[in-house]
């Protein structure tokens, strides 16, 4: 119970998702440290394409 459910952990990941769009943008290389969030990028369509979306989608 300390350490949350998996949906804390992945409200967690997706804040530190938004906080790198919104500070370091799409065209600048970032390294996460959970290695699942890069995976979950992947699948999603990669960083830059991320980084091009707005809020709506």
């Known amino acids: 119970m300390l350490g949350g459910s998996t949906q804390d952990a992945a409200l967690a ?24 969030i890069h995976r979950v990028l992947f699948e999603m369509g990669g960083w830059i394409p991320l980084g091009s979306k707005t809020e709506d989608e």
Do not use: H, I, M, T
């Not at 906080?19 to 290695?35: C, I, K, L, N």
């Open 13 to 36: 990941a997706w804040s530190k998702v938004d906080r790198a769009v919104r500070e370091v943008g799409p065209y600048q290389s970032v390294a996460f440290d959970d290695a699942l």
